[in-house]
T-cell receptor, first 113, second 117 residues
Framework: DAKTTQPTSMDCAEGRAANLPCNHSTISGNEYVYWYRQIHSQGPQYIIHGLKNNETNEMASLIITEDRKSSTLILPHATLRDTAVYYCIVRGRRAGTASKLTFGTGTRLQVTL | GAVVSQHPSRVICKSGTSVKIECRSLDFQATTMFWYRQFPKQSLMLMATSNEGSKATYEQGVEKDKFLINHASLTLSTLTVTSAHPEDSSFYIC?????????????FGPGTRLTVT
């Protein structure tokens, strides 16, 4: 699975949009981009995933560049409860294989008042 | 979304004893379960992958005789840490993957904090 690069940490004011970047320049055609987050001392929480089109759900939006070498997770109106470590993961979804989620170091997002 | 539970949430055991951690998928059938370990201020490290009814596949460097994994049903997997040592103290997180509500994704439990004294 392709490796990802994320900034170590970011700050965001409450109520503002949080834009978390991720580079995945070695992504291959059948690999998806996944985002999870981990609030302190809890298990990771699934946020969103996408292949090449932009995606939106009730939690966030995912913007993937046309060449698919990078993406941005957008939390439109960050709250203090969004403070967490955010992981960008690239993973294949080949049928019949137990492809694994491999976690990097992630981005520690601190939302402040 | 799909719910994965773990029990216990916290456990303290003495060095040399064994401890079992349970992982359950509550509203879907998990064809594959994963066990991760996380040390303080570090990321999650995959320990092993198991498919229901099959032997677990361990990642390099993880001792299969020390970390016994059983995936006897589509909703339950257990991790037993045998002859625990203080260096086994960590946050253990299970994850389950299966079809739920039309989606086939991987969902995580809340984690179990193991302290070996």
């Amino acid at each position: 699975d392709a490796k990802t690069t994320q900034p170590t940490s970011m700050d965001c004011a409450e109520g503002r949009a949080a834009n978390l970047p991720c580079n995945h320049s070695t992504i291959s055609g059948n690999e998806y981009v996944y985002w999870y987050r981990q609030i302190h001392s809890q298990g990771p929480q699934y946020i969103i995933h996408g292949l090449k089109n932009n995606e939106t759900n009730e939690m966030a939006s995912l913007i993937i560049t046309e060449d698919r070498k990078s993406s941005t997770l957008i939390l439109p109106h960050a709250t203090l409860r969004d403070t967490a470590v955010y992981y960008c993961i690239v993973r294949g979804r080949r049928a019949g294989t137990a492809s694994k989620l491999t976690f990097g170091t992630g981005t520690r997002l601190q939302v402040t008042l | 979304g799909a719910v994965v539970s773990q029990h216990p949430s916290r456990v303290i055991c003495k060095s040399g004893t064994s401890v079992k951690i349970e992982c359950r998928s509550l509203d879907f059938q998990a064809t594959t379960m994963f066990w991760y370990r996380q040390f303080p201020k570090q990321s999650l490290m995959l320990m092993a992958t198991s498919n229901e009814g099959s032997k677990a596949t361990y990642e390099q460097g993880v001792e299969k005789d020390k970390f016994l994994i059983n995936h006897a049903s589509l909703t339950l997997s257990t991790l037993t840490v045998t002859s625990a040592h203080p260096e086994d103290s960590s946050f253990y997180i299970c994850s389950a993957r299966g079809a739920s509500g039309g989606s086939y994704e991987q969902y995580f439990g809340p984690g179990t904090r193991l302290t070996v004294t």
